[in-house]
């Protein structure tokens, strides 16, 4: 439930309270209009704050250094307007300027906290389970939803979206069974439920049955019109499945119509969005490890990449950013995203878990990459396997961060060492992977 009661102040309007309550519950769903609702309260009630703190939360979600002065400046607004110190509103609002800071675990902590009193409050539960998870810490983000769920009752109105919660938080802590019965639950209530759509797809891709994923996501895809993102992202999940199915052309025509799609009106209002740039670009490594020519498709963003050798929100979204720039020949901006990424976070001064993600991950992962586009394998073995067990630090999910092994095995491959490439295997079996052999990119 979404709590505004505690939020209400003398000066907000019944209008803006209103809007601000259905703007945090379309995001709890992952609906594409939860920001036009956030805007509209903050335009109705300019003195009432909490808006201000879900927007500042939002956009800090993006992982896009582009809204740092944005956030910043919403922090600044609800701090004069903030009703109380105890307030519900002061806690997310602590939370958000220490995230903002890149301290994801201090803010995760104040997130636990504030579910203790509202255990079944869906827009912390978002909150707490984004931030958890670009930390890496799935058993962490599932105790959360775990001692929450107690407490739920079916016939609260975010009953569905809790249990895709629920299910994506035990994907990525390795309880498949329960991750799939909890978000084909969530589907059965709400079949245009995008997060459990997701969840039983992240379940399907792990378990290794493939021709489940594509019944699953295809019965699906036409209940995802209303969703933010996440629409694009699911057409990634379905071509990973295409991707052990070989059916290598109808991927590339998916790139440009449901992945990324210029037409799209999301693609239009936000053509620099980190989630779809990762798709794209993961899918092209993906397809070229496997042998496709994808040349032409590194080049469409290439330009918006070299825009983002000074955007350092996340280091999963620099990695990626690497990978398009080295593959589209534009090294010069490819060093540039390398050296500003050492410069900023290469100094003990830096703290916190954005600049751990970059020194520990961030940093070597891109050189590794810098190294396998020049064919220099020795050095992506040492690079890149050096810290792959470590991974877990730049965040996203075991399916996203499943290219990084393919990387390696390529390497193995093509160093001879087979010895290396069956402990990549063990490695990739360990993280919940069934059937590794006989996954596409491992038989190559």
């Not at 209103?18 to 709890?28: D, I, K, R, V």
Request: hydrophobic share 45%; aromatic share 8%; glycine share 6%.
């Amino acid at each position: 439930m979404i709590v505004i009661i505690v939020s209400m102040s003398n000066q907000s309007s019944l209008s803006a309270v209103e809007l601000c309550a259905t703007g945090m519950s379309q995001m709890g769903r992952f609906r594409a209009d939860a920001m036009e609702h956030i805007n509209a309260a903050i335009e109705a009630d300019p003195k009432y704050c909490l808006p201000l703190i879900v927007k500042a939360s939002m956009l800090h979600g993006a992982n896009d250094a582009r809204f740092d002065n944005d956030i910043a400046d919403l922090i600044k607004q609800s701090r004069a307007l903030l009703p109380s110190s105890e307030s519900y509103d002061a806690g997310l609002l602590e939370a958000v300027s220490i995230a903002s800071a890149g301290h994801g675990v201090e803010a995760a902590t104040i997130y636990e906290q504030l579910l203790n009193d509202a255990p079944d409050d869906l827009f912390l539960h978002v909150l707490v389970q984004e931030q958890i998870f670009w930390l890496g810490q799935p058993q962490w983000m599932r105790d959360i939803v775990e001692r929450a769920a107690p407490t739920w009752s079916e016939s609260h109105q975010d009953f569905g979206p809790l249990l895709s919660l629920r299910a994506f938080a035990n994907e990525e802590a390795g309880y498949f069974n329960e991750a799939e019965y909890f978000g084909r639950a969530a589907v059965e209530i709400d079949s245009s439920d995008v997060w459990g759509a997701h969840a039983v797809a992240h379940v399907l891709v792990m378990k290794g049955q493939i021709h489940d994923g594509v019944q699953w996501l295809e019965g699906l895809s036409g209940n995802w019109g209303h969703a933010n993102q996440m629409r694009h992202h699911l057409w990634w999940h379905f071509c990973l499945f295409l991707l052990e199915l070989g059916e290598y052309d109808r991927i590339i025509e998916l790139l440009d119509t449901e992945v990324r799609n210029l037409n799209s009106p999301l693609v239009k209002a936000s053509p620099a969005a980190t989630i779809d740039i990762n798709n794209y670009s993961s899918l092209l490594m993906r397809l070229e490890l496997y042998g496709v020519d994808v040349s032409m498709h590194w080049q469409k963003l290439s330009a918006l990449c070299s825009e983002r050798i000074t955007n350092h929100g996340s280091a999963f979204s620099n990695i990626h950013d690497m990978m398009v720039l080295s593959a589209s020949g534009n090294l010069k901006d490819a060093k540039a995203l390398l050296a500003n990424m050492q410069q900023q976070f290469a100094t003990p001064d830096q703290t916190g878990s954005v600049a751990l993600s970059y020194k520990v991950v961030g940093i070597p992962v891109c050189e590794a990459i810098l190294a396998h586009r020049a064919k220099d394998y020795a050095q992506v073995l040492s690079k890149l396997g050096g810290v792959r067990h470590q991974l877990q630090m730049m965040g996203a999910s075991h399916a996203q961060r499943d290219v990084f092994y393919h990387l390696l095995v390529h390497a193995a491959n093509a160093e001879n060492r087979g010895d290396l490439r069956q402990v990549f295997l063990h490695d990739i079996e360990r993280l919940g992977f069934c059937e590794v052999p006989k996954r596409a990119a491992y038989q190559h």
